[in-house]
Structure formats: C-alpha cells, structure tokens
C-alpha cells in the first residue's frame, strides 16, 4: 500500500489539463499490479526486485539514455516535419541531454521518454487537426 | 412526330436551366468573398454596439474604459519616436543612392492597405515586411530582422501615410493564390501547441474576455494596426512577432518569421477585414 503516491504525481497539471507524461501513468500502473498480487511469495520477490532495481547495478546506463533520446529525437523530428513542434518537448530534450552531460542517466532515460510522449501527443494534434480545423470556421 | 417534339422541348428546356443554375460548390471550395462577410458579421453581431471600423482599435474598442485608456494614450501616442525613426530611415538613400521609394509603387506612400498581394510570377504571398528586405537586399543592404525595432519603425512610417484607407486585398483569379488564402485560414484555425489553442481560439471565440491580465482582441481588424507598441513588450512589435508570440505562447515552436504559412496567415487575416481603415502605427496594452 505504501507504494502508491500519495502525493500528486509530477505529470498532473494542476489546471486540470494533462501534460501527456506517461512515465508517470506506468510508475502508478506497477504500483496497481503489485496490488493485485495474490501470493505473498511472489509480491515479495517482485518487491525485492524493485528495490534492487534502484540501486546504481540496475540503474540506467549511458545506452538506454542513447536509445531513448534517439526515439524521442526522431518522434521530435516527424513532428517538426508537421509544422508542429512543442516548446516542452524541446525543453525536456534539453533537459535529458543536460541529465546525461552530468552522468545522472536515470533522469536523463526519463527525460527522454518524457520528450518522446510529447512529441507523439503534438503528431497526433497536428494529424487530428486537419480535419478537425474546419469544425471552428466561421461559415 | 409529337413525341419528336416534346423531347425536343424537354432537352431544350433542360440545356436553358443548365446554364441558367449557377454552378454547383463543393461544401470545401474556398469562397474567400463569402467567408469575409460571413467573418465580418460573426463580430458585428458579436458585438452591436460597435461600428466596423471600430474593431480595428483591438481591445480598446472592447469596452468604454479602455477606450477612454486609448484616446488618452493617442494624446502622446508611444509609438511616436518608431514612427519618426521610419520617417528618417525611409528617406536615407542606401549606399547605391536609391531609397526605399524606389522599390514601392507610389514612392512607397499610402500603399500599405495593399500589401498582402499575391506576386503571380513567383506563385507566393508577398507581405510588407518581405517587401522591404528584398529591397535593402536588391540594393546591397543586409535585411532586418523581422522582429526588431528597425522593421517596426519602417512600416510604421508606412502604415502612418496610410492611415484611413481601406484595406483593399486582392484575390487574383489564380488557384496558386486561393490555395494560399485556403491555407492562410487553415492556419489561422488550426490547434496548435501543447495548450491546443487555435489564432481563433482567442480572437474569435473569446475577443473581449480576459487571458490573465489581458483583454484579447477580435480577430476582424487585427492587422489593421499593426505594427504596434505594446507595453508588456515595451517597445514595438511587427506582425512577425506578433506571430510567433502568439504561437510561443501556446508553447508551440514558432516557425521562422515570413515562413509561408505565416505569410499565407497574414493574406488571409488582411483579405477578411477588406474594407476596414488602417489604423497602424498601433498602441496596445
């Protein structure tokens, strides 16, 4: 029980919107499977696992961070080739690259995945929008 | 022989309201003559009280105060040192002797109400501001920056002899220059940045409302006084950067300044408040 947040989770947007952060969605997706497991064998070897993923052995490496800036990179890319970038998206590119200047990897692997989101959150507008567009024209 | 003739009558009938019915348009053909009156009577209707060229006044014609802030700020307008500034750069002959004049018709004086135009040797929407740095560049001066002062004082002065003409945009009889109103409008609609705002989410659906501290502007007329000082910028801005703000402000990236879709905007956003004065240089809060 004391896995999940009690706290409001960093992706939600206190004005009521979503910021699209589906980091957050899948810290709070595990806490919930871990729930629902009925053994207590097993939840305590998931449990063990978990822990010992948050030490610097399981901690994410220079290659994960490469991997996932390189997909947040080319959704970034598709959506620039739109028209329709986003300034938060560039921002948190930035941020994973500054992350990983400073070997803090975890954050920068996060980062990364949180730019990708966006990224594909400001495709999928840009897609959506060209036919949607019409529904606001003064006719 | 009787049936001969009768059907002779019926085609004959049919040809003749063929060519009597007007032709038939698509739901999705651009009609920008009919989207400017339906446009211009959205905000009439939207707000009765106020007469069509009063839109061009943007938020101060929003309400009674705000007009009052502006009659009182037109005593000693802030846009006034801009306008003396492309008075003087306007006249200065670059170093080949010509002027700015040379490259305009008219001499450059009272022709702003005509820019947007579309150019149909080079198929594109030529904006004011494009204008004048071809000019510098045809005249071996390096352009300005579309969003500094240097930009804003010159069609400023533009603007200023100007002042009270219609805008009178034209629409020439060539697909190249519909598809770039057709695109101007789309733009103009679009949802766009994280905030998935529109340009007609603002000044359209909510002109006169407040956005923070502000009070935003009907879209009819919008251009009209451009460029302006604004003092949350305190100094001026052009249309460029009144552009690319509004889509950093949604936290979209902004496209580079006098990129076609900003350009085709522009066509649009001018051809849609034809017959409106221009008012520019503008002051705005």
Known sequence: MSMIRKSMPSGHDTMGGNRFSLATNAERVCAEIMLKIKSSTMRNLIAAGLIACTTPACAASEADFKTAYAAAEAAEKEAGALRNQWTTTEAMLTAAKKAAEASQFDQAVASSKEAEALAKASIFQATSEKQRWKDLEIR | ?285
Not at chain 2, 210 to 218: G, S, V, Y
């Open chain 2, 1 to 285: 022989m009787i049936m001969r003739v009768a059907i002779s009558f019926v085609s004959a009938a049919l040809a003749l309201a063929a060519l009597a019915a007007p032709p038939a348009i698509a739901a999705d053909t651009p009609n920008p003559a009919a989207d400017a009156t339906a446009f211009q009577k959205f905000f009439t209707n939207k707000f009765p009280k106020l007469k069509p060229e009063d839109f061009v006044n943007g938020p101060y014609s929003m309400n009674e105060d705000l007009h009052r802030q502006w009659e009182e700020k037109e005593q000693f307008p802030p846009y006034e040192f801009a306008l003396e500034t492309g008075k003087e750069m306007f006249a200065t002959p670059f170093k080949n002797g010509k002027t700015y004049g040379d490259c305009f018709p008219d001499k450059g004086i009272g022709i702003r109400q005509n820019y947007p135009y579309f150019d149909d040797k080079e198929g594109k929407v030529i904006t004011l501001e494009l204008a004048l740095n071809r000019c510098r560049e045809a005249n071996g001066e390096p352009p300005f920056s579309y969003v500094k002062d240097e930009m804003a004082s010159l069609t400023a002065y533009m603007a200023f002899t100007s002042r009270g003409k219609p805008f009178d945009i034209k629409i020439p009889d060539d697909p190249r220059a519909l598809e770039a109103y057709q695109k101007g409008k789309e733009y103009f609609y679009t949802r766009r940045g994280q905030l998935n705002f529109s340009c007609a989410t603002c000044h359209v659906q909510a002109p006169g409302e407040r956005i923070r501290a502000e009070i935003l502007a009907p879209a009819l007329g919008i251009l009209n006084a451009m460029p302006i000082y604004r003092s949350e910028w305190s100094g001026m801005g052009t249309i460029s950067r009144r552009f690319t703000t509004c889509n950093s402000q949604i936290r979209g990236v902004p496209l580079s300044p006098q990129d076609e879709e900003y350009r085709d905007l522009e066509y649009y956003l001018s051809y849609v408040s034809n017959g409106l004065p221009i008012s520019g240089p503008g002051a705005r809060p």
